[in-house]
């Protein structure tokens, strides 16, 4: 059935009428034994739609009065195929006068129909007559024949057809299955508290025991009464009922149920599309204020179950659903949902609780597309003010199968059409025993506007693709590059999500989606470094899971975060983050954008552990996109791994760098302790480069990286041998700037030979057969934390702990072409059981080494004051480098100065105090480094 919406009403056209005799059909009614002559027919065109002009008499719709508009109902004689057309009406006397207005490619067709009406809300007028239509022309009318004469009433709003007992109801089953209309334009009420009767209740011959299951057109007003299921022994399997069971059949086009309670039904082996209410909805159905208590389905055939309906192919609105302490148990179905199992259409749901307080097994239980609400949708949905509650002993929604949902089960749409409105409230348990299962939906095509301060409450377990939302989430058609944006709501309840790959605290895999809120992160012009109070959480989440773990995604497949806060506690075993597990942009994904992030609580994992994500790239040579924007992040949360930690990233890939790109205003507070390679923001800058100086994934494309403002507050600490430093453990990719940077926090590089340094404790890589790949530099940096190692091996330096080798081509004009740390400041002690010597600035220098303008305040347990050592003899170039007479070694500096004469720009020869250096507090210090103090 085909509808058009309304159009404004033009009273000119009542002006062009043609008259035509309209010959009566025998009238089937007692109560009104003919229909007047009515006068008038004639169709004329109206522009963008032609107008059939009628009259008919108001008698058989008595609720209409005055004018107005509504949407005429034609259904045919023949088969349930009709159409709905906008018409507008005015009362005269005993005459309805109508216009009714018909796409000009889509007019009546030739024949007999019923004609019902329906407000512009979608409720029934009340009433039917029936007309002969030809050339789109009104040309006969007569009286619809009714069945229901046993029932006290007319079947209109103001006098519906009673349901007053048990005689009345069977009465009304038979007489509405006998109905050709099946009830369309009346109205039914309900009076009494009934039983759903049993086959030996009816005395009219159905074969095999089986009961009228009627289809229902009309409104059916349940009086705010009960229909009790009270047969214990049923199961369909006896042909006691039939095998696609409900109170009724389809809901059709037009048909309205209201204020009814069903309660007790008991039915077992049902054949699919099933439903407590119905089996499926057709046409544009309402169904409001029902309450379903103390049902069950249980079948081990078919798909498609509801506690509404089974299927939804037309248009369902629901408002006002209570289901308390229900089930669902179908193990081996698909499409299994708390209202509708299969939505193949569109859906409003507006107002809808579900309890499960008395029963301990779930709501909702099957093998696949699963859902709390909806079990499998491929049409629209909008859902306004949905609570579901249970004891998180129990668990509410299970999928023994894929794709499990405390929401829905899978939205599989080609476009955004789940909506969510005015609040959502949960507290739920969800298992999927397959992939893809979430709090909200299994998996997701585009993602649902949510308001904020919503109350999503859920324990989440499931497999592959795991998320407190979202199992997956991925928008529009297969194939399509269009990113989506997904705005994270700020979500009052807590999440607990477990899971094996690919689990998130919101969502377990996403992929082209960008992820944001509002939040701002920046502490480039304050004078107090921000705390964690200063944030409200976006995500409160408890995580756990085996690879790709994360307090926001899981894995991030192509997707963006920009303005997230999240709290709480994320635990893994490989590539483990607080907000992302693993975060890669294949090639020709160039916008990857990592902003305004803030994690709080703790992150525990294995190789790859970051407080903001475990690992961002991938080492797979199909997988080799940049990151252009990764700034204005802070993380809290305490963070310990394996090889590869950092208190932001765990691991991060190099060649994910442009030559303009930078991590930038990125800042760690929370303790990092890892076994190996551990940074205070980054633990491993990964390079391609092999060692015959081969790009391992792009050739000799290499991308300069830039890591800017970032600053540690943490105490960092690695217990194995492997590399160790505030800022950065262990970066090996070429053409890399470390610039502006400040550790304030401890460094210690215990239980191994250690690489340990107060900014990188490994910078650069060994280019082993020749020396013209590695060009890299440290500049306008600071530490002032306190640099160690307990073990004999370490090399330790207050800024570097390692600088691999440079280039040999050095020229003095352009100093940064080799590996160059330059314009930085130590005031950390420096201490070390090492059996080479301590740095100031740097422990120990491979060849073609530029250390130059810089100066080391702290104090030297064993030691140099600037460079502790270097390897083999290597050609090493200095200049300008100071340190404080305190008794450290001055091997490899070019002045000491005493702690008087630490004010005085003299006291440093080679400074330039206009553009590099500045005297503040009593020293000189960068000009040019806003984190340089902790602010803390």
Known sequence: MKKFFCRMFSPGLFAVLVFAALTLLPSCSDDDPSIPFVPGSGVVDGGDFLVSSFSIPSSQFPNLSGSGSVVISLTSDKDDNGYSYDLDYEVDNE??????????????????????????????????????????????????????????????????????????????????????????????????????????????????????????????????????????????????????????????????????????????ELEGHSGILCSEIKGTARISGVTVSRCKITSTVGDNYGLIAGTNSGKAILSGIDIEDCRISTPKAQCVGGLIGDNRNEAEVDGCEINQSAIDAPTVYGQSYVGGLIGRSSG??????????????????????????????????????????????????????????????GSMRGCPAMEDGINVRAIVKGKENTGGFYGKLYPGRDGSNTQMDCRVPRNYGDLIVEGTNNVGGFVGHSYLITFKNDNKVDFSKSNKFPSERDFNSTLSINVKGKNNVGGVTGMSDVSNYIGLVVRGTVVGEYLTGGLIGKHYYPNGYTFAQLRHLVAIGSVTGGDNTGGIAGGVGEDRGEYYGRIVGSDYMINYATVKGKRNTGGVFGRFMGYMLGRSDSVNWVANSGNVKGTSVTGGIIGYVYSPIDDYGNDRLHGNDVFFGRYSNCVNHGAVESTSSGAVGGIIGQLDYEQQVIEKCANHGSVAGNGGANRTGGIVGSFGEDPVLWDNLTSKEVVRCVNTGTVSSDNSGSTVGGIVGYMEEGRSAYNESYPTVTATIWFCYNTGDIKGRQNSDNGGILGCADNYSNVRSSVN????????????????????????????????????????????????????????????????????????????????
């Open 95 to 268: 005459l309805i006068k109508c216009e009714m207005k018909m796409p000009k490619d889509e007019i009546v067709a030739d024949g007999v129909y019923l004609v019902t009406f329906r407000k512009t809300d979608g409720d029934a007028v009340g009433g039917r007559l029936m007309a002969t239509f030809s050339g789109g022309k009104l040309t006969n009318v007569a009286y619809a024949k009714t069945s229901y004469g046993n029932l006290r009433g007319r079947g209109t709003e103001d006098d519906p057809y009673v349901i007053s007992g048990q005689d009345d109801f069977i009465t009304f089953l038979v007489q509405i299955a006998d109905d050709r209309y099946h009830g369309k334009g009346l109205y039914f009420r309900q009076d009494a508290d009934l039983i759903y009767p049993k086959a030996t209740d009816f005395k009219f011959g159905y074969i095999d025991g089986w009961i009228p299951q009627p289809d229902l057109s009309g409104v059916y007003d349940g009086g705010s009464r009960s229909i009790t299921f009270d047969d214990r022994s049923f199961d369909s399997r006896n042909f006691q009922y039939p095998k696609h069971s409900g109170v009724f059949y389809k809901l059709n086009d037009g048909a309205s149920v209201r204020n009814l309670r069903l309660q007790n039904f008991d039915l077992k």
């Open 380 to 441: 629209k949905i909008r859902f306004n003010d949905i609570k579901l509650e249970s004891s998180y002993q129990c668990t509410m929604v299970e999928g023994e199968g894929d794709y499990t949902g405390g929401i829905l089960g899978e939205a599989y749409s080609p476009d955004a059409n789940i909506e969510f409105g005015r609040k959502l409230d949960t507290k739920i348990a969800v298992r999927g025993a397959g992939s893809n299962t979430g709090g909200i939906a």
């Open 857 to 936: 305040y702290g104090k030297i347990e064993k030691g140099n004051g600037t460079i502790g050592t270097r390897k083999d003899l290597s050609q090493i170039y200095i200049h300008d480098l100071y340190i404080l007479n305190n008794g450290a070694g001055t091997w490899m500096s070019n002045g000491q100065i005493d702690e008087s004469a630490l004010g005085n720009q003299d006291s440093y020869p080679g400074f330039n105090f206009k553009i590099d250096w500045v005297i503040n507090n009593g020293r000189a210090e960068l000009k040019d480094c806003p984190v340089q103090y902790s602010h803390l």
